[in-house]
């Protein structure tokens, strides 16, 4: 059993600055990719940042330059600092982690709750 919990969402004035937080814990031998998508309304889900378990980082290009994307593998956790923050940026922001539960097992992607992300014009 593996949970993940999203938090640090919220209102936020355009060219604002959030920092959301993602904790994994439960069954885990090995956190493989981790990131963070996100779905606005009438939109499809969408890869926003992904870190790998030795810190290479990937972006979705509306966000280069604006957002970082960090993990404290100690802790299970993974961040995202959203900077420069655009009213395009609302969405529900959903945290993964490709997880291994054992020693040679294959890993599974776990996704989170959700945190709504809200940036006001």
């Known amino acids: 059993q593996v949970q993940l919990v999203e938090s640090g969402g919220g209102l936020v004035q355009a060219g604002g600055s959030l920092r959301l937080s993602c904790a994994a814990s439960?069954?885990?031998?090995?956190?493989?990719?981790m990131g963070w998508y996100r779905q606005a309304p009438g939109k499809q889900r969408g890869a926003v940042a992904a870190?790998?378990?030795?810190?290479?980082?990937n972006f979705e290009d509306s966000v280069k330059g604006r957002f970082s994307i960090s993990r404290d593998n100690a802790k299970n956790k993974v961040y995202l600092e959203m900077d420069s923050l655009k009213p395009e940026d609302t969405a529900v922001y959903y945290c993964?982690?490709?997880?291994?539960?054992?020693?040679?097992?294959?890993?599974?992607?776990?996704w989170g709750q959700g945190t709504q992300v809200t940036v006001s014009s």
């Open positions: 870190i790998t378990s030795s810190g290479s980082t």
């Open positions: 993964f982690a490709n997880i291994a539960a054992g020693w040679g097992l294959h890993g599974y992607d776990y």
């Open positions: 439960g069954s885990i031998f090995r956190i493989n990719a």
